[in-house]
């Protein structure tokens, strides 16, 4: 195999971008990272940098470890850096047609077999793959937020893509340090198909009256040792989020375990979008610390 | 013999030529013939230095990707007709490969046939870091010289005489069992050569002395050494263990790990990390991971950097008492590493107050001694104190002179403890 990975495009600068772009650089590849605009690329950096400084507050990198890291990102504002990367992976919103025209510059400008990576949960690879003139070439990865944490990562066989490219997409996850699931086209795949229905009848049992929101949360989280309780999870994931996947989910499946709970729509209407607005099904400060945890949800030595 | 002495990281490869043989061994004559490293390997900047004793330092830039072509690169440079110091890569008679990790299979350094490179890979769980990058150096050398024979020299394996009542954990037997779990402490070469070198200064050749070496550097360790035994060192299953260092925490109370990750909700990455990097001298200071830096900002009255010298110190001093009580006394103390070279101030504060134990510090000659081999001790001191500049790189080469003229020794326990 001539293939060798060194050089990775990243399209898209925005919150899982910036987190592949960290863990690809923290590998010890380059990264050239592509944004629309000079001001998208300084708020981007700005705030890749801040979660760098995070993480050393909290022991887990070192200031030369964040440099070394910075030193390896490029960040760009044209497609022309993708000719020399090994792999592009696009990571902007789930847009079918933002997709559309994304990977259509990068098939025009990379060469012939390196892999292009579409990061979705719920889009259609297939779809997107035939809009391009080698559909064979393009794969699907869903990474789990946030990358730098997380072990996991889907990589989607779309029905045209190679052996050889999959193995390629399975490779880099290999070099990411990910177990890859390899998973079949369909909607949502595995984990987001798995977790979007409990997330969705813990919303129905608050609007039942079962529990309040916090107990419900919290029973989960402590009931079956999740780091945090599917309400969290969806207010820190993004409520819009959430019911755009529901919806997707919903109509391309038909089935009625998927309709959004009435309670989401009326909580994303109102704007209250989770922990980014700083209030969801919980409340949560500017640094999206919850403010208003239980008494029993503590840390507790041993 | 010329010997090519590698010692490969993940970034990087470090490199030096040896002329030695027996005669040159016995004699401490063995010629460096260069030193070098080439560094940021995988990346498009990667740097070679190349230093040849009595020339200027030659620097070149280039795009490396990996350790084949940064052998090929170093080798090529090293028989260039200009600034090289070999022929041609023929000139090379034997490669020595620095191997951090030998696990219980290695008690000796060996010549790595496939079963050795085997071994090797399996004792990688133990060192994940440092023995992936070992091997592929390794391998790498191996293509651009297959052949010369190819010896590896493990950092652990000079501790292996240790025994079971020293380098057990207080753990469930079968955890040791099941995963090998147990000290096996590191800085190996280096330990014994400054025990070696020591103890040739001191013309002490029967080599039935109780020595404690001492080597403070990036990382810290101490070693007993009886009868030319490794039976205690201060590092465990991992780097981590003992003095302080520069980041590293060394001793502390294994609870501290699951109450902090319970309290602060800090993952595994973040507790290594924090234990690994963020701690030591550098965590408790907050000023600096560099001893020379931790000096000054003590003589300007820093609070925390003076309490993080005294940690260090005290520690230093506290492994040197259990050491001399662990062997029933002590014949000599050797410092060596970065700081034991180069501190006459940790090296005094380690030594306060041992004269019970017999070691008296001529405190005016350990003052000026900074960099040099030499003996810090006064003329009544009972026990000896001498600062001996380490040189592993040196223990490597005559490792592979050892290993090839048949007479290479090997660390095995006394006793093993069946389950």
Redesign the interface.
């Known amino acids: 195999m001539s293939w060798?990975l060194?050089n990775v495009a990243i399209i898209g600068g925005g919150m899982m971008g910036r987190s592949i772009a960290t863990k690809v650089a923290q590998e010890?590849?380059?990264v050239c990272l592509k944004e629309i605009s000079t001001e998208a690329v300084d708020a981007s950096r700005a705030e890749l940098e801040q979660s760098l400084d995070h993480e050393i507050a909290?022991?887990?990198?070192?200031n030369s470890e964040k440099k070394a890291i910075l030193s390896?990102i490029r960040w760009v504002t044209r497609f022309d850096c993708a000719a020399d990367c090994d792999l592009a992976i696009e990571t902007v919103q789930e847009d079918f047609g933002v997709k559309r025209r994304i990977l259509r510059e990068l098939d025009r400008r990379m060469v012939e077999d390196h892999p292009i990576v579409i990061n979705t949960s719920t889009l259609s690879i297939t779809e997107l793959a035939t809009q391009n003139s080698r559909p064979e070439r393009i794969v699907g990865m869903h990474f789990l937020y946030p990358v730098t944490?997380t072990r996991v990562v889907e990589v989607v066989r779309g029905q045209l893509t190679t052996d050889e490219v999959y193995d390629r997409a399975v490779e880099f996850a290999r070099i990411l340090g990910k177990v890859p699931i390899k998973v079949f086209e369909m909607p949502g795949f595995v984990t987001t198909r798995v977790v979007l229905p409990l997330v969705n009848e813990a919303m129905h049992t608050v609007m039942e009256g079962v529990a309040e929101a916090a107990e419900v949360d919290l029973a989960i989280k402590l009931g079956f040792n999740f780091t945090m309780g599917p309400l969290e999870w969806a207010d820190r994931t993004g409520l819009d989020r959430v019911l755009n996947w529901m919806q997707h989910l919903h109509s391309e499946s038909g089935e009625p375990r998927f309709r959004p709970c009435p309670m989401l729509k009326r909580l994303v209407r109102a704007g209250l979008l989770g922990a980014k607005t700083g209030q969801g099904f919980f409340l949560y400060d500017s640094n999206r610390r919850r403010t208003d945890r239980l008494p029993d949800d503590k840390?507790?030595?041993? | 013999m010329k010997i090519l002495v590698l010692n490969s990281g993940?970034?990087s490869v470090k490199f030096q030529v040896i002329e030695t043989d027996l005669e040159r061994m016995n004699a401490h004559e063995d010629r460096t013939l260069a030193t070098g490293q080439v560094e940021k390997i995988?990346?498009?900047d990667s740097r070679l230095v190349l230093n040849v004793p009595g020339r200027k330092p030659v620097a070149d830039y280039r795009e490396i990707?990996e350790h084949r072509a940064a052998i090929e690169w170093a080798l090529r440079v090293l028989s260039d007709p200009l600034n090289g110091i070999l022929d041609g890569v023929d000139d090379i008679d034997a490669v020595g490969h620095r191997v951090v990790h030998g696990g219980e299979a290695f008690a000796s350094s060996v010549i790595m046939t496939p079963d050795v490179v085997q071994q090797i890979e399996e004792c990688s769980v133990l060192a994940p870091l440092h023995n992936p990058p070992n091997l592929r150096g390794y391998q790498a050398a191996y293509a651009a010289l297959p052949d010369v024979p190819h010896i590896a020299v493990f950092d652990t394996a000079f501790h292996q005489t240790m025994s079971p009542h020293a380098f057990l954990y207080g753990i469930p037997f079968q955890l040791y069992t099941k995963h090998a779990l147990r000290k096996y402490g590191f800085h190996g070469t280096s330990h014994r050569y400054v025990a070696f070198r020591g103890s040739q200064i001191l013309d002490w050749d029967k080599g039935d002395k109780k020595l404690i070496t001492v080597h403070l550097g990036n990382g810290c360790s101490l070693a007993a050494i009886d009868h030319g035994k490794s039976v205690d060192t201060s590092m465990g299953f991992t780097p981590l263990e003992g003095l302080l260092m520069g980041?590293r925490t060394g001793d502390m109370d294994p609870a501290i790990v699951?109450?902090l990750m319970?309290?602060?909700?800090?993952?595994l990455?973040?507790?290594n990390?924090?234990m690994n990097?963020?701690s030591g001298l550098y965590g408790v200071s907050g000023v600096s991971s560099d001893m020379r830096e931790l000096v000054e900002a003590r003589a300007d009255g820093h609070q925390r950097a003076d309490v993080a010298f005294r940690m260090f110190c005290y520690r230093v001093k506290k492994y040197i008492g259990a050491y001399a009580a662990a062997m029933g006394g002590v014949d000599a103390v050797f410092f060596t590493g970065g700081i034991g070279e180069n501190s006459p101030e940790v090296r005094e504060w380690a030594l306060g107050g041992l004269e019970y134990m017999g070691i008296e510090v001529d405190t005016e000659i350990n003052a000026t001694l900074v960099g040099g081999e030499g003996e810090i001790t006064t003329e009544d001191s009972r026990a000896r104190v001498l600062v001996v500049p380490t040189n592993e790189e040196k223990t490597i080469a005559r490792d592979v002179v050892r290993v090839l003229n048949g007479i290479m020794p090997t660390f095995e326990p006394p006793e093993t403890v069946t389950p």
Do not use: I, N, Y
Request: charged letters at 20%.
């Open positions: 060798e060194h010890g590849l380059s909290r022991f887990g990198l070192t390896r944490t840390p507790r030595p041993a | 993940s970034s995988g990346l498009d990707l980041t699951p109450w319970a309290m602060e909700e800090m993952t990455h973040q507790v990390t924090m990097k963020h």
